[in-house]
């Protein structure tokens, strides 16, 4: 996949990912739910190549800080 459509591309799945969890703290639930739904996400990367896998891992693991610090605020 050419590097432009796959940052893109990522930070779409990022966007959606987060959507779809939320922007607040997460319960027990919710964070095995986005823990599963980003790990298919790296999943669909890491078959595109090693440094857009590299890319998404990064920008995930910043989100999963946000949440941490949101349920730390709880």
Known sequence: MEDRKAFL??????WS???VSGY???DDGK???F???GENLMKKYREYS???EE?????YMAVQKFYERKNDEK
């Open 35 to 37: 823990l599963e739904y």
């Open 17 to 19: 990912l987060m959507e």
């Open 50 to 52: 090693a440094g857009q």
């Open 31 to 33: 964070w095995g739910k």
């Open 24 to 26: 607040g703290s997460l």
């Open 55 to 59: 890319l998404f891992r990064d920008i």
């Open 9 to 14: 591309e990522i930070f779409n799945d990022i």
